[in-house]
């Protein structure tokens, strides 16, 4: 992505996670995991105007049941992109290892499904500033009410954890602080 517009980009990076084998891998998840990470992955596509990747969403949406979320995903991708304060870190969307940026915007998802919209906030607070966390965090909460319409729930735990996110949540930097219970 050549210009500033695209503030979402792919970037190397969490390099200790992936050299002492820790990097969670896509099929430690629950399909609803999956497929939320392969709809953030192949978000890319829909602010680039990919017809093909709209389309492929599309169906995908349709097969799953959860074709409503398909409108909060693509907004969610653009205050993404227009909030960023930094480079964040979606992969491509075959890649078997999820990033650390994938990671929190897992977990911030689940937050929505657990109604824990301030968590959900905090975490996006780490890639966008406030004002597109606020805005942010509603569109994530949409596109997780659908999915629990769904009955797709991503954590995998009594206390709405992803447990495949372990590592990535033990080594951030904000493991000790007031967010601790992020995972």
Do not use: Y
């Amino acid at each position: 992505m050549p210009d500033k517009e695209f503030a979402v980009r792919t970037v190397a990076r969490g390099a200790s996670l992936r050299e002492a084998g820790q990097e969670p891998r896509l099929d430690q998840l629950r399909f609803a995991g999956q497929m939320a990470l392969w709809s953030l992955r192949q978000g890319l596509g829909l602010l680039r105007g990919d017809i093909t990747a709209r389309e492929l969403m599309v169906e995908a949406f349709a097969v799953t049941g959860v074709e409503r979320a398909l409108v909060p995903l693509e907004m969610f991708m653009r205050i993404l992109a227009a909030g960023a304060h930094r480079p964040l870190e979606l992969r491509a969307p075959r890649s078997a290892l999820l990033g650390h940026d994938e990671a929190l915007l897992l977990r911030a998802l689940a937050a929505c499904q657990a109604g824990e919209r301030a968590l959900a906030r905090g975490l996006l607070e780490n890639m966008v500033t406030a004002a597109a966390a606020r805005v942010g965090t509603l569109a994530l909460d949409d596109m997780a009410a659908v999915f629990t319409l769904r009955g797709l729930r991503l954590a995998d735990t009594t206390c709405g954890r992803l447990s495949a996110l372990e590592p990535v949540f033990a080594r951030a930097a904000f493991a000790g602080a007031g967010l601790s219970r992020l995972h």
